[in-house]
Protein backbone atom coordinates (compact mmCIF):
# COMPACT_ATOMS: atom_id res chain seq x y z
CA UNK A 1 0.00 0.00 0.00
CA UNK A 2 1.42 3.70 -1.38
CA UNK A 3 1.19 6.53 1.01
CA UNK A 4 1.08 9.27 -1.67
CA UNK A 5 1.99 12.93 0.17
CA UNK A 6 -0.11 16.19 -0.86
CA UNK A 7 1.50 19.03 -2.47
CA UNK A 8 1.82 20.25 1.43
CA UNK A 9 3.11 16.90 2.94
CA UNK A 10 5.74 17.42 0.41
CA UNK A 11 6.96 21.21 1.38
CA UNK A 12 7.03 19.60 5.13
CA UNK A 13 9.60 17.01 4.00
CA UNK A 14 11.56 19.19 1.98
CA UNK A 15 11.89 21.41 4.55
CA UNK A 16 12.42 19.18 7.56
CA UNK A 17 15.31 17.71 5.34
CA UNK A 18 16.42 21.51 5.04
CA UNK A 19 15.53 21.96 8.74
CA UNK A 20 17.29 19.28 10.49
CA UNK A 21 17.99 20.59 14.02
CA UNK A 22 13.77 20.51 14.78
CA UNK A 23 12.78 17.97 17.03
CA UNK A 24 9.06 18.17 16.84
CA UNK A 25 7.31 16.81 13.68
CA UNK A 26 4.44 18.98 12.24
CA UNK A 27 1.26 17.00 12.33
CA UNK A 28 1.26 16.81 8.61
CA UNK A 29 4.15 14.89 9.08
CA UNK A 30 3.28 12.15 10.99
CA UNK A 31 3.07 9.39 8.48
CA UNK A 32 2.55 6.13 9.45
CA UNK A 33 5.76 4.69 7.58
CA UNK A 34 8.10 3.38 10.48
CA UNK A 35 11.10 4.38 8.65
CA UNK A 36 10.03 7.91 9.34
CA UNK A 37 9.54 7.55 12.93
CA UNK A 38 12.53 6.15 12.89
CA UNK A 39 14.51 8.77 11.33
CA UNK A 40 12.67 11.19 13.49
CA UNK A 41 13.68 9.46 16.74
CA UNK A 42 17.58 9.67 15.09
CA UNK A 43 17.40 13.26 14.81
CA UNK A 44 16.10 13.96 18.04
CA UNK A 45 18.90 11.59 19.55
CA UNK A 46 21.14 13.45 17.65
CA UNK A 47 20.21 16.75 18.50
CA UNK A 48 20.70 15.75 22.37
CA UNK A 49 23.84 14.55 21.67
CA UNK A 50 24.49 18.10 20.09
CA UNK A 51 23.08 19.85 23.14
CA UNK A 52 25.39 17.56 25.86
CA UNK A 53 28.21 18.73 23.27
CA UNK A 54 27.77 22.61 24.26
CA UNK A 55 30.73 23.24 26.36
CA UNK A 56 31.17 26.66 28.33
CA UNK A 57 34.30 27.63 29.47
CA UNK A 58 34.14 29.27 33.04
CA UNK A 59 34.55 32.83 33.57
CA UNK A 60 37.48 34.39 36.24
CA UNK A 61 35.26 34.87 38.53
CA UNK A 62 33.90 31.46 38.47
CA UNK A 63 36.39 29.65 38.09
CA UNK A 64 37.93 31.38 41.79
CA UNK A 65 34.43 30.98 42.88
CA UNK A 66 35.04 26.84 42.10
CA UNK A 67 38.54 26.28 42.61
CA UNK A 68 39.84 29.36 44.84
CA UNK A 69 41.24 32.80 44.28
CA UNK A 70 45.13 31.11 43.37
CA UNK A 71 43.63 29.38 40.12
CA UNK A 72 45.14 31.79 37.59
CA UNK A 73 48.82 31.17 39.58
CA UNK A 74 51.38 29.30 37.62
CA UNK A 75 51.94 26.04 39.18
CA UNK A 76 55.41 25.94 41.69
CA UNK A 77 56.12 23.09 39.96
CA UNK A 78 58.55 22.41 36.91
CA UNK A 79 59.31 19.58 35.12
CA UNK A 80 63.17 19.84 36.71
CA UNK A 81 61.69 19.99 39.84
CA UNK A 82 59.69 16.66 39.19
CA UNK A 83 62.91 15.00 37.90
CA UNK A 84 64.68 16.10 41.19
CA UNK A 85 62.24 15.00 43.37
CA UNK A 86 62.49 11.85 41.34
CA UNK A 87 66.07 11.06 41.75
CA UNK A 88 66.09 12.09 45.57
CA UNK A 89 63.20 9.45 46.36
CA UNK A 90 65.62 6.86 43.98
CA UNK A 91 68.71 7.97 45.96
CA UNK A 92 66.52 7.63 49.31
CA UNK A 93 65.48 3.98 47.97
CA UNK A 94 68.42 2.57 47.41
CA UNK A 95 70.20 3.79 50.61
CA UNK A 96 67.15 2.30 52.19
CA UNK A 97 67.57 -1.07 50.08
CA UNK A 98 71.63 -0.64 51.07
CA UNK A 99 70.87 -0.24 54.69
CA UNK A 100 67.98 -2.98 54.90
CA UNK A 101 68.56 -6.16 52.50
CA UNK A 102 71.36 -8.76 53.45
CA UNK A 103 73.43 -8.21 50.86
CA UNK A 104 73.19 -5.00 50.43
CA UNK A 105 75.42 -4.50 47.13
CA UNK A 106 73.58 -5.71 44.14
CA UNK A 107 69.94 -4.82 46.07
CA UNK A 108 71.30 -1.07 46.42
CA UNK A 109 72.71 -0.92 42.66
CA UNK A 110 69.63 -2.59 41.35
CA UNK A 111 67.13 -0.05 43.35
CA UNK A 112 69.18 2.95 41.95
CA UNK A 113 68.77 1.43 38.19
CA UNK A 114 65.35 1.08 38.98
CA UNK A 115 65.23 4.70 39.87
CA UNK A 116 67.34 5.63 36.91
CA UNK A 117 64.94 3.95 34.52
CA UNK A 118 62.47 6.47 35.56
CA UNK A 119 64.39 10.31 35.92
CA UNK A 120 67.16 9.55 33.49
CA UNK A 121 63.84 9.53 30.60
CA UNK A 122 62.27 12.38 32.45
CA UNK A 123 64.86 14.67 32.15
CA UNK A 124 65.36 13.53 28.45
CA UNK A 125 61.47 15.06 28.42
CA UNK A 126 62.13 17.73 30.24
CA UNK A 127 65.09 18.74 28.50
CA UNK A 128 63.34 18.64 24.89
CA UNK A 129 59.98 21.11 26.54
CA UNK A 130 62.81 23.51 27.40
CA UNK A 131 64.19 22.96 23.81
CA UNK A 132 61.04 23.92 22.06
CA UNK A 133 59.81 25.83 24.66
CA UNK A 134 57.06 28.36 23.16
CA UNK A 135 57.08 25.54 19.73
CA UNK A 136 54.83 23.02 21.54
CA UNK A 137 52.07 21.76 19.85
CA UNK A 138 50.57 18.23 20.51
CA UNK A 139 52.60 16.45 18.31
CA UNK A 140 55.63 17.45 19.90
CA UNK A 141 54.40 15.97 22.84
CA UNK A 142 53.85 13.15 21.58
CA UNK A 143 56.66 12.50 19.78
CA UNK A 144 58.77 13.34 23.19
CA UNK A 145 56.48 11.34 25.51
CA UNK A 146 56.80 8.09 22.77
CA UNK A 147 60.81 9.11 23.36
CA UNK A 148 60.75 8.50 26.39
CA UNK A 149 58.70 5.22 26.88
CA UNK A 150 60.91 3.92 24.11
CA UNK A 151 64.01 5.25 26.51
CA UNK A 152 62.31 3.48 29.38
CA UNK A 153 61.70 0.43 27.60
CA UNK A 154 65.43 0.54 26.28
CA UNK A 155 66.55 0.32 29.98
CA UNK A 156 64.61 -2.03 30.92
CA UNK A 157 65.95 -4.41 28.06
CA UNK A 158 69.15 -3.36 28.55
CA UNK A 159 69.55 -3.90 32.44
CA UNK A 160 68.29 -7.62 31.67
CA UNK A 161 70.86 -8.55 29.40
CA UNK A 162 73.42 -6.81 30.43
CA UNK A 163 73.10 -6.71 34.27
CA UNK A 164 72.78 -10.74 35.25
CA UNK A 165 73.41 -9.96 39.15
CA UNK A 166 69.50 -7.32 39.13
CA UNK A 167 67.68 -7.86 41.67
CA UNK A 168 64.31 -7.48 40.26
CA UNK A 169 62.25 -6.63 43.67
CA UNK A 170 64.20 -3.76 44.51
CA UNK A 171 64.73 -2.49 41.14
CA UNK A 172 61.05 -2.44 40.27
CA UNK A 173 59.93 -0.97 43.80
CA UNK A 174 62.50 2.22 43.22
CA UNK A 175 61.20 2.69 39.86
CA UNK A 176 57.88 2.42 40.88
CA UNK A 177 58.05 4.77 44.01
CA UNK A 178 60.03 7.01 41.78
CA UNK A 179 57.31 7.04 38.90
CA UNK A 180 55.06 8.05 41.71
CA UNK A 181 56.26 11.21 41.99
CA UNK A 182 53.95 12.82 39.57
CA UNK A 183 51.21 11.93 41.56
CA UNK A 184 52.82 13.92 44.41
CA UNK A 185 53.78 16.83 42.16
CA UNK A 186 50.21 16.79 41.31
CA UNK A 187 49.29 17.02 44.93
CA UNK A 188 51.83 19.81 45.35
CA UNK A 189 50.77 21.99 43.01
Known amino acids: MAVQKSGTARHHASKQSNDEHRTEPVASEAVSDSSQGLRTA ?33 SRVTPYKVVAAQMVLSLGATLLWWLFYKPPGA ?5 FLGGAICWVPSALFAARLKKLSGAET ?5 IGEALKMGATI ?17 LL ?6 LKTYWIALAWR
Open 42 to 74: HHDAWDAEQQDNNIVPLTRVEAEKLFGPNVSRP
Open 107 to 111: AALSA
Open 138 to 142: AMSWM
Open 154 to 170: AMFVGIAFWYHDVQWVP
Open 173 to 178: VTYLVA
